[in-house]
């Protein structure tokens, strides 16, 4: 199985939002994409045997990242890609100084905090009523997480 990551630029965007729309109830729209790429945001894409299987958008500032977006396809979800896609968030934040990582998460997405867990953060707060609910009526609480690199 051969893994291969490539930073993300705009030209990607086309072929990436789809997985943002497979993987969320409220997706990124193509220009909210679109200005997290560059400047103080980066993020890589991941293709496994030359497919495309997802990516990661993070933003940098003052020595802390944050991870904003990870999205697997949902057909290859459970295979290891997203704990390949976290390593590599976390590779790519060491090399640009970042000491400090933050994230939220749905409060619901159980699979997802425990990845976070298992991986080194911790719960530190928690925003009520952050996201519009995936059936479209009321809000969904996000779990703030922090991990030290």
Known sequence: ??????????????????????C??????????NSCI???????YLQVNN?????????????EATLMDVCVLP???????GKALL???FVQSKQLNNTLIWLEVRAKNISAQMMYINHGF????????YYPSA???????????KKVL
């Open 1 to 22: 199985m051969t893994f291969s990551y490539h930073k993300i630029s705009s030209d990607d965007v086309n072929s990436l939002i789809p997985i943002e729309n497979a």
């Open 24 to 33: 969320h109830s409220h997706p990124w729209s193509e220009k909210t994409f």
């Open 38 to 44: 560059g400047t103080r945001y980066f993020g890589h």
């Open 51 to 63: 497919e495309l299987v997802g990516f990661y958008v993070g933003e940098h500032v003052a020595g």
């Open 75 to 81: 057909a290859l979800q459970g295979k290891g890609y």
């Open 87 to 89: 390593e590599h968030f």
């Open 122 to 129: 911790i719960e530190t707060g928690r925003r009520t009523g």
């Open 135 to 145: 059936s479209g009526f009321g809000y969904e609480d996000a779990i703030v997480m």
